[in-house]
């Protein structure tokens, strides 16, 4: 039998990293966002579709600005391999428990990178026909898209460097850090 061993890298603590995004900036932007939601929803109920695992905790405190009627739903996908991001391939390794169809949905993401994630979501959540579909994203690198998709709710737009922290991993650590910070080495370099 052949076993693969995988090469976990050295860990850099995070708080050696440079702040991009504060806590105090990400909750402020995250409240203007929920009030937008909540007045762009009025009246209806709506379904926050998040992608695991990197938009949770995104998800977590947008949800608790949004004050109109809200359940929540999660898919997983694989993108990439592990570490680097290169292959381009993303497949549902986690589908929604609930039917979306005549729902109003909205994909919650922790960053529209390629577009190539939330491209193949939007697909795939298309063919349940829901009553309405729109994206909130709370990372936006609109300089590193190859598939042109654009979110109806971007938190902060940011350039193109590689980013850990606040959901956001590099091989699966720093989702825990309350902060964006910058990733010394950038692994899509
Ligand atoms: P896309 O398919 O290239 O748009 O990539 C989306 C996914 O790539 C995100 O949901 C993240 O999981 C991951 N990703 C892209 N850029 C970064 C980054 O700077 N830091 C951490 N993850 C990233």
Redesign the pocket.
Known sequence: MTQTTQQTPPYIPADTMEVLLSHEQIHKRIAEIGAQITKDYAGESIVLVG?L???AIFLSDLARQIKVDATFDFVA?S??GKGT?SS?A?KLIKDLDNSIEGKNIIIV????????????LRKLMLQHHPKTMRIATF?D?PS????Q?EADYVCFS?PN????GYG???AERYRNVDDVRL?PE???A
């Open positions: 992608v695992k990197g938009a996908v993108s990439y991001r381009g993303v993401e922790d960053i529209l990178d390629t577009g190539l994630t939330l491209n193949f990372l690198k590193r898209r190859i598939q998709i940011i460097h590689f980013v850990i956001m991993d590099y990733m950038d692994p899509h």
